[in-house]
């Protein structure tokens, strides 16, 4: 794919609007659902590590559901939530928001398909925090909360920063889901869906080419910030 | 008092703590002796809330606080595994417990030198817990818990992990701080510490207390064979006792009858007979001791108390001398000589 396609026809397809916008679009919603879910995720990560409650196997089932089930059903059962009908559609219409046909709802699916990596690698960071280091932290008078935030967060960031990262770009990659919750307007991979559909191979190519480096270097930057971020905080 | 344990008990898998029941007062140096395993982590944590206790309750200046939160108690407690915090320098796990107190930074910097600075550990602020060693730590995670001027101080095993010389300097470390007025709590199972440190001890064992006391009550007068055993008493013997006309005589194994003073008439049990107790000489002596007997000197170990003369005069008896002693008698494996211990000094514990 890459040989067949020139740099000329990347670069003169970087210069389509509908392809940046479409681009950008991708990268923003999948930027926004991530930020946005990873303030609920993470705790609850963190209470995944360490509590037992009864229903826990069953809530750690649906957790991984999304990952195992086809997108467009994915994309099906958020419809069901988001849709004008539903209780959180009723929500968004009262601010003038309607979720299906618009980034929110955009930022909703990709958000729901790929959040079981933050919350297994977040727990798993959590997990690794020697609980006796909470322990002392309380002995010394902090609150839960400040433990929370001065010891086990820290002390687990390296995975949840890798979290964070791969459900960036696992979003960014979501496809079924988000064309049944909001076909338009398109993120990239649709575009390049529909331009395949309508137009052929070789309309289609360059664009795939073009997000497919774009992507690459979002997410070699981001892995090296990573490391960098991360290693400072483990020494 | 400032702190009381009253029955607490605290079942946990296959062990359990059963009615554990001990109270500190006031600039007490108290020392809980026991085994690996006795239950004496167990007990400290209910006590620093890390636990709650199946029954019973724990009193501190007088509130009851079997059930407060642990960020609560206000009780300094020094793990045994240091739980330094990693990603946090020396200075700031130092600070951690002065987040929230109505003082000013400076005064808290100032606090965090002056305690380093006690420690021995000034030049190290800026460094992380990972590049310190055991003995830095250990002096780190002390200053952490002291810079919030705990009523009580909590200690679990906290010269286990030191070698020799640093087990010697935080000894000091801790004998001064007692002396400073801070009421301490220590739990150990070496008698040693106990001896050198405490001014009350308890000895616990499978989760119960057998005996507390001054340190020389217990180990002058241990209550069971376990204590005698566990606070190095070398002579003790199963023995039987017999008393007839005012007079008793234990008679060990092999009918070896030591002249005891007890006011237990007969029974099994066990003799013990302190090191320090038994007296040599080189020539058969008249002494006002009764019990006097010839024996051969089996083997001469030089310790931390002085030197252990091995002897066999029938039992095997360990002498506790001075060298001066072994080399004013000329003692040497192989030698004769006669032992000498009063009747008084024999102790018979009934089983």
Redesign the interface.
């Known amino acids: 794919m890459f040989l067949n396609t020139t740099p000329l026809q990347v670069f003169e397809t970087a210069r389509e609007a509908e392809v940046r916008d479409s681009i950008w679009l991708t990268i923003y919603t999948s930027l926004a659902g991530t930020l946005v879910f990873s303030v609920a995720a993470i705790p609850l990560a963190y209470i995944l590590a360490r509590k037992q409650f009864p229903m826990k196997k069953i809530v750690t089932g649906i957790i991984d559901l999304p990952v195992v089930i086809p997108h467009s059903a994915a994309g099906i059962a958020l419809l069901g939530f988001v849709s004008r009908e539903s209780a959180l559609g009723k929500a968004g219409s009262v601010v003038g928001l309607d979720f299906v046909g618009h980034p929110a709802g955009i930022a909703i699916a990709m958000a729901f398909v790929s959040i079981p990596f933050l919350i297994n690698a977040a727990r798993d960071g959590f997990s690794g925090v020697p609980v006796r280091l909470e322990k002392a932290a309380l002995t010394l008078g902090a609150s839960p909360f400040r433990v929370f935030f001065t010891i086990s967060l820290p002390l687990a960031w390296r995975n949840i920063l890798s979290g964070l990262i791969l459900m960036f770009a696992r979003g960014m990659s979501e496809f079924g889901a988000v064309i049944v919750v909001a076909y338009h307007p398109m993120i990239t991979p649709v575009l390049i869906y529909e331009r395949f559909g309508s137009f052929g191979l070789k309309y289609a190519r360059p664009v795939a080419v073009l997000f497919i480096l774009i992507s690459l270097a979002l997410f070699v930057v981001l892995r090296w910030v990573a490391k960098e971020k991360s290693s400072e905080v483990a020494r | 008092m400032m702190l009381e344990v009253r029955r607490v008990s605290k079942s946990l898998g296959s062990f359990s703590l059963r009615d554990v029941s001990f109270s500190v007062e006031k600039g007490d140096y108290f020392i809980l002796l026991g085994e690996s395993g006795a239950g004496k982590s167990v007990v400290l944590e209910t006590i620093?809330?890390?636990m709650v206790p199946d029954s019973g309750t724990i009193h501190y200046n007088g509130r009851d606080i079997t059930r407060e939160?642990?960020?609560n108690?206000?009780?300094?407690?020094v793990?045994q595994?240091h739980?330094a915090?990693?990603?946090l320098t020396v200075a700031e796990n130092l600070s951690?417990?002065l987040?929230?107190a109505l003082i000013s930074k400076s005064e808290k910097d100032e606090r965090v030198k002056a305690i380093a600075g006690e420690l021995g550990i000034g030049e190290l602020l800026a460094r992380?817990p990972?590049s310190l060693s055991g003995g830095e730590l250990q002096r780190m995670v002390l200053g952490?818990?002291l810079i919030?001027k705990p009523g009580i101080l909590l200690l679990d095993e906290p010269l286990s992990s030191l070698d020799t010389r640093l087990r010697s300097d935080l000894r000091t470390l801790l004998r001064s701080l007692h002396r400073n007025g801070q009421t301490i709590l220590h739990v150990t199972h070496d008698y040693e510490e106990a001896l050198t440190l405490g001014t009350r001890v308890a000895v616990i064992h499978q989760g119960s207390i057998i005996q507390s006391g001054t340190p020389s009550e217990v180990f002058q007068r241990p209550a069971s064979e376990f204590v005698a055993h566990f606070v190095g008493v070398k002579n003790y013997f199963p023995a039987k006792l017999e008393t007839s006309n005012n007079t008793s005589y234990a008679f060990t194994d092999n009918n070896f009858a030591v002249r005891i003073v007890t006011d237990i008439p007969s029974g099994e049990g066990f003799v013990l007979i302190r090191g320090e107790d038994i007296l040599l000489s080189d020539t058969p002596v008249e002494t006002s001791a009764t019990n006097n007997f010839q024996g051969t000197v089996l083997e001469i170990i030089n310790n931390a108390y002085g030197t252990d003369v091995i002897i066999d005069a029938g039992i095997e008896l360990h002498a506790l001398v001075t060298p001066d002693s072994v080399e004013k008698l000329g003692l040497r494996a192989g030698k004769t000589c006669w032992v000498h211990f009063k009747a008084t000094a024999v102790k018979f514990i009934k089983r």
């Not at chain 2, 108690?73 to 407690?77: Q, S």
């Open positions: 620093a809330g890390l939160k642990i960020q108690r206000r009780i300094g407690l793990f595994d739980a915090f990693p990603h951690y417990a987040y929230g992380k990972g952490r818990t919030q």
